[in-house]
């Protein structure tokens, strides 16, 4: 699952499972590699592969959305 809109925008991860709620938004629970769990609307979810094998190839850091401390953490290592 490729996260297309939202606060989550940009991650990827392994759909937990969905909550159906009639008349309103649907809310699909998804898992991230690092083992985070977060939620989002059904509708900011894109499929891209199937299980944990992508079919379409992945943003930097194979979509694992690092903190902006990490980043600059992971810049300043670089350097």
């Known amino acids: 699952m490729y996260i297309t809109k939202g606060n989550?925008?940009?991650?990827?991860?392994?759909?937990?499972?969905?909550?159906?709620?009639?008349?309103?938004?649907?809310?699909a629970h998804v898992r991230d590699?690092?083992?985070?769990?977060?939620a989002t609307r059904l509708g900011n979810v894109?499929?891209?592969g199937l299980g944990k094998k992508p079919i379409l190839s992945l943003p930097k850091g194979a979509g694992i959305k690092l903190s902006n401390i990490e980043e600059r953490e992971a810049l300043l290592n670089k350097k």
Do not use: W
Request: proline share 7%; hydrophobic share 40%; glycine share 14%.
């Open 46 to 48: 894109f499929v891209i």
């Open 8 to 27: 989550s925008i940009g991650k990827i991860g392994i759909l937990s499972h969905i909550e159906k709620h009639p008349g309103s938004f649907d809310i």
């Open 33 to 38: 590699p690092k083992g985070h769990q977060f």
